[in-house]
């Protein structure tokens, strides 16, 4: 089955700057949609970014104009550009491959191939 591997998560300063990204272990990544979610302590899972197949982006309101989801065929891989850091957005942050159609996708409930994620500090 596909594997994913997030990485790039760090400690960042706020209103800094980070990429994600999401390595995808088959040539499966523009065929498919998708996800970025977070966690954070406390906190329900939370639907980040989506990028379907057809290439149509979806943001959360809480990142829209600050997090850029994109993906490259040639390295199989997902990135989640994010800019101008909060405290808020500090959680673990996983992508996903969506398995399941109808509903929101905010939740994360029709998506499977979760990664071990990676974590993003906000420092104030």
């Known amino acids: 089955q596909v594997q994913l591997v997030e990485s790039g998560g760090g400690s960042v300063q706020a209103g800094g700057s980070l990429r994600l990204s999401c390595a995808a272990s088959?040539?499966?990544?523009?065929?498919?949609?998708w996800g970025w979610f977070r966690r954070a302590p406390g906190k329900e899972r939370e639907g980040v970014a989506l990028?379907?197949?057809?290439?149509?982006?979806y943001y959360a309101d809480s990142v829209k104009g600050r997090f850029t989801i994109s993906r490259d065929a040639a390295k199989n891989t997902l990135y989640l550009q994010m800019g101008s850091l909060k405290p808020e957005d500090t959680a673990m942050y996983y992508c996903?491959?969506?398995?399941?159609?109808?509903?929101?996708?905010?939740?994360?409930?029709?998506?499977?191939?979760w990664g071990q994620g990676t974590q993003v500090t906000d420092s104030s």
């Open positions: 996903a491959l969506r398995v399941r159609y109808g509903g929101s996708w905010l939740d994360g409930s029709n998506f499977g191939g």
């Open positions: 990028i379907t197949s057809g290439g149509s982006l």
């Open positions: 088959r040539y499966i990544i523009n065929n498919m949609d």
